[in-house]
């Protein structure tokens, strides 16, 4: 249907309930300083010690409120430190795959590139790790972009997803929480972080909540299940990257030089469950994507807009798509490629790598002809592995133009189209290689316990 021209119209056309704030210059620049914002040990004051959610947690279960799906030896946890030197254990065994809609929907070779590495490290499906389909999406980019969704909501979601987690082992025999949810998207991460805070201070909320998921058949003993630790899939890559590297790697990537961007959903959103690690960025600065590009041996280089927002800004992309745009090319990718001379760009999140990714093309239009390489941290780390660029890391999908990086990295652009040219004729006579057995994936239907 064709809107009526008189129609009253927001902002970027988004309908009238999209309003000019029409804030002074100095509450407008308040209102956005987050996207500068920085986070780091050195911004902090560390004494200034926030409660630690976890020791509630097992005070709720205590009391009979709630069941922890805990991390066991079984999960070959690694601990790291987070930004007030806390433990966080990180699984990394016996892995439940929360796949990103982002991803599967824009980027797919991020979810194949990390399944792909699992596979060359030995894991078996449906022991080592679970990708099955019985998943929504967390909801979390309507609640924060539209505001149309609401806390119950968003908290009926995750315990809903996370129980599936904790019961998704035992239609192949295992017991209940064999699997540990892994998040792929840093959005469902930064959300789920926050939403566990809100259940685990609000009596009411879980009391509203406890109610829907008796609706559903997701509840244990009547309880509420609450995972131990928010995992994110770059939190698993930074801990296996030492592996990943003496055992994995095939190609040299030294002559690569990697900016790294920092997603805000992972380090500014409840920022004290982010890993700073001492041998990464002098412990100051949170330690994900930069970890895996140095035990890599690329050339990380600094560069100033390192705190920034790539952009995306939840609303921002819906509401106010230029914002958007400029902010990603003015202070994200013109910054890289003037000051650090980059040859790529890595991120560990669905909406920064779509957003640097996709938005490039708006440049053009501005006599700003700035290009750069956009990849995940995954991706990069399956490339220098061996992985196909354009059958597993899937190249071909993004906008930003990757094949010199891929050239400079030493591997064949040309050969590798004509090997996907191939597989897509093998693929139209009916020979399908999957990653994963889709029988596994669609026979998972929900036990309970």
């Known amino acids: 249907m064709i809107p009526d021209s008189n129609e009253p ?47 509630h947690m097992w005070q709720l279960e205590k009391e009979g409120e709630i069941i922890v799906h805990r991390i066991t030896d079984a999960h070959k946890p690694v601990m790291v430190k987070t930004l007030f030197g806390w433990d966080k254990k990180i699984p990394t065994l016996q892995l439940w795959h929360h796949k990103s809609c982002g991803q599967c929907g824009n980027i797919p070779g991020y979810p194949t590139s990390l399944l792909w590495t699992m596979n060359q490290l030995g894991y078996q499906p449906g022991r080592d790790y679970l990708d099955e389909t019985d998943q929504t999406s967390c909801t979390a980019w309507n609640y924060h972009g539209s505001g149309i969704g609401n806390v119950e909501s968003l908290a009926a979601v995750f315990l809903r997803n996370f129980h599936q987690a904790y019961v998704s082992g035992q239609k192949l025999g295992h017991g209940a929480g064999h699997f540990f949810p892994l998040v792929h998207c840093g959005t469902s991460f930064g959300n789920y972080k926050e939403i566990r805070k809100y259940l685990v201070e609000s009596p009411q909320l879980r009391e509203k909540v406890k109610k829907i998921l008796g609706k559903l058949g997701r509840l244990v003993d009547g309880k509420l299940v609450i995972p131990e630790e928010i995992v994110h899939y770059s939190e698993w890559v930074h801990v296996m990257r030492q592996r990943i590297a003496s055992e994995l790697q095939k190609i040299d990537v030294s002559n690569i030089r990697v900016t790294v961007h920092m997603a805000c959903h992972y380090s500014k959103m409840v920022h004290e469950d982010a890993i700073y690690d001492p041998d990464v960025l002098g412990g100051n600065r949170a330690a994900t994507g930069t970890g895996i590009a140095q035990a890599l041996g690329a050339q990380v280089i600094d560069y100033s807009t390192w705190y920034d927002c790539c952009g ?135 036990a309970s316990v």
């Open 9 to 55: 119209r927001g902002i970027a056309g988004h309908g009238a309930f999209f309003q000019p704030t029409n804030l002074p210059a100095d509450q407008a620049e308040k209102a956005t300083d987050w996207v500068r914002k920085r986070v780091d040990r050195r911004e902090l004051d560390l004494a200034e010690r926030m409660d630690d959610v976890r020791e």
């Open 312 to 446: 995306f800004g939840f609303r921002h992309i819906i509401s106010e798509r230029e914002f958007t745009r400029s902010f990603t090319i003015d202070r994200k990718i013109k910054v890289a490629r003037e000051e650090a001379q980059a040859d790529l760009m890595l991120g560990i999140d669905t909406g920064c790598v779509t957003t640097m990714d996709k938005n490039q093309w708006i440049g053009q239009a501005h006599e700003q002809k700035y290009s750069l390489p956009i990849m995940a941290d995954i991706q990069f780390a399956a490339l220098a592995c061996g992985a196909d660029p354009l059958k597993i890391v899937q190249l071909q999908w993004h906008a930003s133009p990757c094949e010199d990086v891929v050239e400079k990295m030493g591997i064949s652009w040309s050969e590798a189209k004509k090997r996907f040219e191939e597989y897509l004729q093998e693929v139209k006579a009916g020979k399908i290689e999957y990653l994963y057995d889709p029988q596994l994936a669609n026979s998972m239907a929900r």
